[in-house]
């Protein structure tokens, strides 16, 4: 990706103010009630406040209050698996989805963007006058308890000429700004006016190497090409078996912890379905609906069997299947890694791709991925438009005319995408069988990948799909709605810690006595497998599409 397209820009002043007032919000709909700890993975691992859902959000209100971002706290935003666990555990509702993207916003950039909002905003006295603070995006409103950023008496943040009104605002000097001024901020009400160079203070809450670590991952992982080329010599060496003795050498571990998990998890090579997915797949029969299909990144690589399950399970129940080439990856990586700037830039691709494609629902058989898209709206509701869209225009166009929304606004783009992104299973269950199911005589448990529990809520869609197949025997596993510490890329980059999560959930899929592990998520299915193997246990894994292929199609397991 060009710089260019990553270069997105930060909320203006009245998007910042609402993002702001977003997460203040979701942080003050947080009672401290303890409820959600029991239900959190990194609170069960480690027993410490901090690495709980309501020590997270103690620690964000802390920043919104104008505390630096240092890099113990980044450790306990960059813990939390974003499972949402807590938010299924809260009784108040807290949005803590929208205040853990906040806060891995905040770290991925080094900054605290909020905190540092505008001159004189009020601030706790340890920082009042010191001048101190990393410099806002907008010159605020001059607030009355005196300065909590280096802009404040000093001039502006990188956006300047919002008035402060209050009585210690700072008064908006014309130079150059640098770190704190020392000053309470002189005069009333001139917060943030000076037009010269701004240096942002910024913050490297992160070591090096886990920087580098993540540069890594986020040029490989988005893109399949780059990931099958990367991943071609592994195959070779998992035929002739190098990577076991590689393993053994604990070489890679040495020079990248991140590296040697990536080679603990990567699956065993199954059978690759001969050449690639058509761009339309018919509807067998009657034909019930058009939809639109997500290959995905991982799963493309690592699981294009399951992609062409789900093509067919989707044509025998009458659905025509588009697959549009111009597709990449959906950003679900970089949305849930705090990257937004990149998580938005391949949404609109995902958006672009899908709107031409002119489907009523864009199907989805990765948790991740859906929930991802399922957020395009808040994601670019959060971020400053480009180019002036007629956003009001492109409200009133059909969305049954996809053509008419390419002048419109990204925001209303991504709700109306986002508004048709069906899960596979809940796709399924709502539409309805009509293909025939025959016998799958197994005993299988259905692990709930915390992207589709959690954060969309679908946990009886695929007990129900699975209920039905004749001779399936459905178990559950004594921990549902545990992450395994996969988490998107949690396992590459704490290894630590999705190791233990993932030994907890290998032991319960062991306890079940199942012989087959069924998920929606590919990167639950790697992760279980890894810890699985890695106790010597064999189970199968297989997704719920290859199992319900391979009842309606008769395709054998693998
Ligand atoms: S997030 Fe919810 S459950 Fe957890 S402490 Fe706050 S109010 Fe209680
Ligand atoms: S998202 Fe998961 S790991 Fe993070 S605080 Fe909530 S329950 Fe804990």
Redesign the pocket.
Known sequence: MSEDAMREPRPTGHQADEAEQRVRSAVK?????????PACPTYSLWGEEMDS??GR?HLVSQLLDGAPLTPATAGHFDRCLGCMA?MT????G?Q?DQIIEAARDWTEAGVNPLAGAGAGGGVPASVAGGGVGDGGSVGGDGGDGGIRSEAAGGGIGEVGGADGSGEDGGDGGGGEVGRGVGSRGVGAGAGGVGGGAVKRERTAPRPLADRLTREAIFALFPYPRRLRVATAPLRLAQRTGADRLLARTGLVGRVSPAAEQALRLAPASRPVPPGRLPERVAALGTRRAVVGMLTGCVQSVFFPGVNAATARVLAAEGCDVIIPRSQGCCGALSLHSGRVAEAAHFARQTIAAFEAAGVDAIVVNSAGCGSAMKEYERLFAGLAEEGGADEEATATASPALPGQLEAGSWTVRAALLSSRVRDLSEFLDALGPVAARRPVPVVAAYHDACHLGHAQGITAQPRSLLHAIPELELVELRDPGVCCGSAGVYNLLQPDAASALGARKADSVAASGAPLLISANPGCTLQISAALASQGVTIRTAHIAEVLDASINGVPLA
């Open positions: 709909d947080c009672v401290h009630c303890g409820f959600c700890l859902p309501r959000i807590c555990a809260c009784p108040s807290v803590y």
